[in-house]
C-alpha cells in the first residue's frame, strides 16, 4: 500500500486499515518494511477476494435458485451458509485426473497461470480513498495488459487436454477474445480521453463533486459514459466467459469445454479464475464508470469510502448473476456479429462523442442543455438506425404446428 | 549491468532459442509469448510503462491469438511431423542467406551504435497526453504510413484466403445463408 500522509480531519473509519497497517508494521524492523508492506497488501487482497469468491458461488446458488422458483443450497450449516467450506473439502479431496495423452506441463500450468492473471489486475484498483496496492501512471494499460493473457491459459487448458471438445473450447475462446477484446478497450478510450489520464486514482478524483449539489460527476451519468459503461459491461461479460457468452464451457453443446478433463481442485481453481476475473473487471468499471469509492451524496460520505466501493461493486456482481439467470446463450455467428457489426460501431461512434464533451467542457448556461442534447442524440440516433438495420428481418419468430 | 536486466534477458534468449528449437509448434508459440512477455518487462526496466504495457496488450492479447489461431488452422493432424525438405536447393540457400545478410544489416549497426545503458535510469515521464502529441504532430508520416502497411497486408491476406471461384468454395458453405441445408443436390 502507497505510504501517504493520512489528514486528521478524516473518520476514524476511514483511516483505519491504514492505521492497522502501521500498527502490524511497527512490529517488524525498518529494514523490512518495504517487503512486509507489499506482502500484507498481497495477502489483504487474496484474502478479500478469496472470501468474496467463496460467498459469491454460494450467492449465485441461492440467487439463480430463487429466480428458478426453488431455494437453492439451504442445509450445510445455517440457512447453507456453510456450503463454500464444504465444497472446498470436496474439491481438494477429490482425486487427480490427468489423461494419459495430455500434455502434462501444460494440462497442470493452466490453471495455475489463469488464476495468478486473474488476480494481478486488481493491483492498481483504489478500493478507498486511501487503499490502492500500487499506484502507477499507465495503471488502466497495466490492468487490460493483465487480463489480455488470460485466454491464453483457457486455450492452454483445451489445447493440453487433448481432447476435441475441449480444442474446440479453446477456438471458441480465442475467437471470443479477438472479438470483444477491440470493444473492451474501445470502451474505456473516453474516459481516459476526458478524465486526460490513465492513472486510476486520477480518474475516480476527477469523478468527485456534484453538479448542482446533487448530480455527480460519475462518467455514467453522461451520455457518452452512459453508453460506454453499457458497452463495457457487455464486453467484460464476454472476457469472463460469463452467459450469456459462456461459448468456450457450453456444458449442452462442449460437455464443460475446456474444464472437460479437469477434476478435483484444479477444476475449482478455474472457477476461482472466473469470479476474480468476473470480480477485477466490474471493480475497474466501478473505477472508471460508477465514481469508484466515491459517495452518491455529501452527507453519506459518512460511510467510509471503501463501503461504497464493495457495495457498487456487488451490485454490479449481483448484475451479472442476475443477466446469468434471464438470457439464453448466444450462437458462435451471433456472439462475433454483435461484437463486429455493433459494439464496435457504436465504441468507435462513443469516442467521438466524448471528444465532443471534452472540447465543450467551458460551456455554461443554455449552451449547457445544448451539449446534453447534441450527446444524448449521438448516442441514441446511432443505437436506434444499427439495431433497426442489424436485427431487422431476424424476429419474432413464426412458429407453425401441425394441424391436430 | 543490473541483476533485473541480466534476468530478464536471459528468459528472452532461452525462451527465443527453446521456440526455434521445439519441434511441436504449439510449445513454440507459447514460449514466444513467454518471450514477448520478456520484452515488455525490459520496456519496464527501462522506465517505458507506455510501451512496456501496451507491448503486452497487443502481442500477448492480440498477436499471440492470431499465432495459435493460424497454426491451429493450418495443421490437419496435431502430431504431424514438420516436413523437412531434403535436397535444399542453391536458390533455397541463396534466399536464406540474402535474408540473413538483410536482417544483420539492419541489426548489427545499429546495436554497434546504439550506447548500452548499464543501469535503468529515471525513464523520460511521458504523460499519455504527451505521447498522443507526440504521434499526431511530428510523427504523423509514420503514423499513417504504418496504417496503410496494415490495411494493405489485411486487404492481401483477404484476397489469399477468399474462396475466388466456385470450386474453391468448401461444400459445407452454401452462400452462407444457413438455409435450405441437404435440399440442394449432391456435391459431384
Not at chain 1, 488502466?140 to 483445451?158: D, K, Q, R
Not at chain 1, 489445447?159 to 478497450?185: D, G
Not at chain 1, 460506454?228 to 460437455?255: G, K, T
Not at chain 1, 438506425?385 to 407453425?400: D, E, M, N, Q
Request: contains cysteine; proline residues 6%; neutral net charge.
Amino acid at each position: 500500500m502507497t505510504t501517504t500522509s493520512v489528514p486528521s480531519s478524516e473518520s476514524w473509519l476511514e483511516v483505519a486499515p491504514l492505521q492497522a497497517r502501521d500498527a502490524l508494521l511497527g512490529l517488524l524492523p525498518e529494514s523490512l518494511h518495504w517487503i512486509a508492506s507489499s506482502v500484507l497488501a498481497i495477502a489483504v487482497l487474496v484474502g478479500a477476494f478469496g472470501l468474496m469468491f467463496a460467498y459469491l458461488t454460494l450467492a449465485e446458488r441461492k440467487l439463480l435458485g430463487r429466480i428458478q422458483n426453488r431455494p437453492g443450497p439451504n442445509r450445510t450449516g445455517w440457512a447453507g451458509l456453510l456450503q463454500p467450506f464444504a465444497d472446498a473439502v470436496k474439491a481438494l479431496t477429490k482425486e487427480d485426473i490427468v489423461p494419459r495423452d495430455a500434455d502434462k506441463v501444460l494440462h497442470a500450468l493452466a490453471p495455475v497461470s489463469l488464476v495468478a492473471l486473474s488476480l494481478i489486475g486488481l493491483a492498481v484498483i483504489p478500493f478507498g480513498r486511501h487503499l490502492v496496492a500500487i499506484e502507477l501512471d499507465a495503471a488502466v494499460l497495466y490492468f487490460f495488459a493483465a487480463g489480455a493473457a488470460t485466454e491464453l491459459s483457457i486455450f492452454m487448458a483445451g489445447w493440453a487436454s487433448r481432447n476435441k471438445y475441449s480444442l474446440l473450447a479453446a477456438m471458441r475462446a480465442l475467437a471470443q477474445l479477438i472479438s470483444y477484446e477491440v470493444p473492451l478497450l474501445l470502451s474505456v478510450v473516453p474516459v481516459v480521453l476526458v478524465a486526460g489520464t490513465l492513472s486510476t486514482t486520477a480518474i475516480v478524483a476527477a469523478q468527485g463533486g456534484w453538479a448542482a449539489g446533487f448530480w455527480p460527476h460519475w462518467h455514467v451519468l453522461t451520455p457518452w459514459g452512459f453508453s460506454a459503461f453499457c458497452l463495457f459491461m457487455i464486453a467484460a461479460l464476454a472476457e469472463s466467459n460469463r452467459s450469456p457468452f459462456d461459448l468456450p464451457e457450453a456444458e449442452s453443446e462442449l460437455i464443460a469445454g475446456h474444464l472437460t478433463e479437469y477434476s478435483g481442485f484444479k477444476y475449482a481453481l478455474f472457477f476461482m479464475a472466473e469470479y476474480f476475473g468476473m470480480a477485477a473487471l466490474s471493480a475497474m468499471a466501478v473505477t472508471l464508470f460508477l465514481g469508484g469509492w466515491q459517495a452518491p451524496l455529501g452527507w453519506l460520505e459518512v460511510l467510509p469510502s471503501y463501503v461504497w466501493f464493495a457495495a457498487k461493486l456487488l451490485a454490479l456482481l449481483a448484475g451479472f448473476i442476475w443477466i446469468r439467470a434471464t438470457f439464453p446463450r448466444l450462437r458462435i455467428d451471433q456472439l462475433t456479429r454483435l461484437a463486429w457489426k455493433f459494439l464496435v460501431p457504436m465504441a468507435l461512434l462513443n469516442l467521438a462523442n466524448a471528444a465532443f464533451w471534452s472540447l465543450t467542457a467551458g460551456w455554461s448556461g443554455p449552451l449547457q442543455a445544448v451539449r446534453w442534447a447534441v450527446s444524448l442524440a449521438a448516442v441514441v440516433v446511432p443505437f436506434l438506425l444499427l439495431s433497426r438495420s442489424l436485427f431487422s428481418g431476424l424476429g419474432p419468430r413464426v412458429y407453425r404446428y401441425a394441424p391436430s | 549491468m543490473s541483476l533485473a536486466f541480466l534476468a530478464l534477458a536471459l528468459v528472452c534468449v532461452v525462451t527465443a532459442s527453446a521456440a526455434m528449437i521445439s519441434r511441436n509448434l504449439i510449445h513454440s508459440a507459447l514460449l514466444l509469448v513467454l518471450t514477448w512477455i520478456g520484452l515488455a518487462g525490459l520496456y519496464l526496466w527501462a522506465g517505458a510503462d507506455f510501451v512496456g504495457f501496451s507491448q503486452a496488450i497487443v502481442y500477448v492479447g492480440g498477436v499471440s491469438m492470431v499465432v495459435l489461431f493460424a497454426v491451429l488452422l493450418t495443421r490437419r493432424q496435431r502430431d504431424e511431423p514438420l516436413v523437412l525438405i531434403p535436397e535444399a536447393g542453391v536458390g533455397r540457400v541463396v534466399a536464406g542467406l540474402a535474408a540473413t545478410f538483410w536482417v544483420a544489416a539492419l541489426l548489427v549497426p545499429a546495436m554497434v551504435v546504439a550506447p548500452l545503458v548499464q543501469r535503468a535510469g529515471p525513464g523520460p515521464t511521458l504523460t499519455v497526453k504527451r505521447i498522443g502529441e507526440l504521434l499526431a504532430g511530428p510523427h504523423l508520416v509514420a503514423v499513417l504510413v504504418v496504417g496503410v502497411i496494415l490495411t494493405v497486408s489485411l486487404i492481401g491476406a483477404l484476397y489469399l484466403a477468399a474462396p475466388v471461384t466456385a470450386e474453391d468454395q468448401p461444400e459445407w458453405d452454401n452462400g452462407g445463408t444457413g438455409r435450405d441445408r441437404g435440399n440442394q443436390e449432391e456435391p459431384s
